[in-house]
């Protein structure tokens, strides 16, 4: 028996929209490959009639008092907090990932509206008296109006949520374009705010692809754009806003390395390989893709990772499994392609992800860990991001030769180094080109208080998501400086204000 996919539509001013869309994308269950929903795709017109919402809601909320927004923003953390499962559900039905590891994101995503609580603090101005006799100045931030995030499919709601409560929180109103692939979650998160008592039309969801994004970019009220995606599209981005006046950032793709020492502890250079590697099927933009080996360690941690594999069950995220499905077939595929171009590049296939049992329906978009050995900077499979299962080892003989191999990466989003020894690691933490750094960690997301953001080909702008460089994002700085009249004022003086 078929069940009839379920409509996905806009939220726009509080309420779903009940217009009649041109165009639709298929939302899929990986792990069945069923057709589950239709997702309506906006029109120009449309995304400009939701930036017409926003513009209209930022007058009430973008003065409404620090407390009153602070509230809502307590209650968006309670209410999200107690709906965690059943949003978790909806990220595991669409995106794939396993539900402990949606749980996760959920949690994750969680922590930044409960930095966002704190708004009337982080708001705080400076204020100077008597700069000049009886002239005080001082700071304020104010919102810059409306702003649009756009996300991508992997992190459905903890990406969205990097920005959106930041946005509100300090004034501004918000389009959300979420990833066509899997908007079900993201749109019950949307929904989540309405009944915390945000005023209708400040967040507004419109789902779409390119047409959607076009107009965000390059409509004259939009006043910022958040975006995170892949790099080419990351670029595309920010090349089109800015060029349209507006500030941007625009988080790119990654291929994050791991770099293990001689000292390090090989069993916990394992297991994080192994978490990092495969975790979420590699659909993690901070996910370990190159293993970077010191002489003499990568037999002994290969035999270890091959170890660790073999104890892994991928299949249905409902079903307790490690490691889902990737997100489309498509995907699916292209990942499985750079599995066939890698054994003909020359790398030695050590774990074959193509093959093996997996715990779940047939049609389903499958691919289990895959292992490389000896891959080399030219190939594919090192160059390119996979974002899928797939491990390369690349053997070097000294901390100069990894450091250097980092370095020359065109990406800088997340590294991670293994070792013992808290000089190398202080060394490498100095010396290497990433913008976020794991000492035994290996997958170093920064908490919500401080800002996430890679360098290089990973992020376009020069701001970080959260944090209080997303506080700076989202605002715009203004500085006072006022005298109020005193009788004994000094009369007429043309020249240029001196502080005495
Ligand atoms: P994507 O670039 O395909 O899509 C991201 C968003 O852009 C989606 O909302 C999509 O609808 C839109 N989009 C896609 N093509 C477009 C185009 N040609 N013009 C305008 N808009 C377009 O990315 P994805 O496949 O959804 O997500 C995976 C990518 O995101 C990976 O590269 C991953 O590394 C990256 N990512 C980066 C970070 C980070 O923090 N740097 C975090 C998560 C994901």
Known sequence: MSIEPARITHYIAGRDWDGDAERTGAVRNPATGALTGRVDLASAGLVGEAVTTATAAGRHWGTMSLARRAQVLFAFRELLSARRHEIAALITAEHGKVFDDALGEVTRGLEVAEFACGIPQLLKGGFSENVSTRVDVYSIRQPVGVVAVISPFNFPVMVPLWFVPVALACGNTVILKPSEKDPSATLAMARLWSEAGLPDGALNVVHGDKEAVDTLLTHPDVKAVSFVGSTPVARYVYGTATAHGKRVQALGGAKNHLLVLPDADLDLAADAAVNAGFGSAGERCMAI????????????????????????????????????????????????????????????????????????????????????????????????????????????????????????????????????????????????????????????????????????NSLFGDTHAHGTEGVHFFTRGKVVTSRWLDPRHGGLNLGFPRND
Request: hydrophobic share 40%; with cysteine.
């Open 289 to 456: 893709s190159a293993l970077v080996a010191v002489d003499p360690v990568a037999d002994e941690l290969i035999e270890k990772i091959n170890e660790r594999i073999g104890k892994l069950r991928t299949g249905d995220g409902t079903r307790g499994c490690d490691m889902g499905p990737l997100v489309t077939r498509e995907h699916r595929d292209r990942v499985a392609g750079y599995v066939a171009a890698g054994v003909a590049e020359g790398a030695t296939l050590v774990v074959d992800g193509r093959e093996g049992d997996f715990d779940g329906d047939p049609d389903g978009f499958w691919l289990g860990p895959t292992l490389f050995d000896h891959v080399t900077p030219e190939m594919s499979v090192y160059r390119d991001e996979i974002f899928g299962p797939v491990l390369c080892v690349t053997r070097v003989k000294s901390y100069e030769d990894g450091i250097s191999l980092i370095n020359a990466n065109p990406y800088g989003n997340g590294t991670a180094i293994f070792t013992n020894d808290g000089g190398a690691a202080r060394r490498f933490q100095h010396e290497v080109e990433v913008g976020m750094v794991g000492i035994n960690v290996p997958i170093p997301v920064p908490v919500a208080y401080y800002s996430f953001g890679g360098w290089k």
